[in-house]
């Protein structure tokens, strides 16, 4: 049973950078597709990112683009999001989400189908 554990959130000011980390247990990620997702109160849940299981390919929503990069290292079996020039609106809590094995690849399509395994989440607070 794959498990997801993300961390690396906080309370940075607008402008900075974080990185978070999908931690996966259970089984190797090496055969899933990693979405990152995030929910701001209120409002509903928005996918952020995802990654391609063997490929690698990345897309990203046009809200992130330019700002957020995917990667994964699947020798530490984990997936990281690095976000830069942060702004207020990016605050939300923060999920990574698992499909597979070998399942659907990584496009803004399939993003809303990366949905068998869900993290705990992570807070990301932007402000100053």
């Known amino acids: 049973q794959l498990q997801l554990v993300e961390s690396g959130g906080g309370l940075v000011q607008p402008g900075g950078s974080l990185r978070l980390s999908c931690a996966a247990s259970?089984?190797?990620?090496?055969?899933?597709?990693i979405g990152w997702f995030r929910q701001a109160p209120g409002k509903e849940r928005e996918g952020v990112s995802c990654i391609s299981h063997s490929d690698g390919r990345p897309y990203y929503a046009d809200s992130v683009k330019g700002r957020f990069t995917i990667s994964r290292d699947n020798a530490k079996n984990t997936v990281y999001l690095q976000m830069s020039s942060l702004k207020p609106e990016d605050t939300a809590v923060y999920y990574c989400a698992a499909e597979g094995p070998l399942k659907r690849v990584c496009t803004a399509y399939n993003l809303k189908f990366v949905d068998d395994y869900w993290g705990q989440g992570t807070q990301v607070t932007v402000s100053s």
């Open positions: 259970g089984v190797t990620l090496d055969y899933y597709t």
